[in-house]
């Protein structure tokens, strides 16, 4: 039986990760620049958005908030 340990990044979480680890801390991103990072709408494919900022916290230690109806925060 073939069973995976290691879950594989998919390329959506990669390439937010890639754009959201260039963020200052208090600098924030919209969701519509977002999607174009992906090129689709951001909101409809929140699973790869959660693996990025589970990355970032594990590996770079940035944390992420959401300002409402507008994008991303990098908090301190």
């Known amino acids: 039986m073939d069973r995976k340990t290691i879950q594989e990044m998919g390329p959506?979480?990669?390439l937010l990760?890639?754009?959201?680890?260039?963020?200052?801390?208090?600098?924030?991103?919209?969701?519509?620049?977002?999607s174009k990072v992906i090129?689709?709408?951001i909101l409809e494919s929140r699973g790869a958005l959660y693996t990025a900022?589970?990355?970032l916290r594990r590996d770079k230690r940035m944390i992420f908030g959401t300002v409402r109806k507008e994008?991303?925060?990098r908090l301190s």
Do not use: C, P, T, V
């Open 17 to 34: 990760i890639a754009r959201l680890e260039k963020l200052s801390i208090d600098e924030m991103i919209g969701y519509a620049e977002l």
């Open 71 to 73: 994008g991303i925060k």
């Open 12 to 14: 959506d979480a990669q």
């Open 39 to 41: 090129g689709r709408d």
């Open 53 to 55: 900022f589970r990355a």
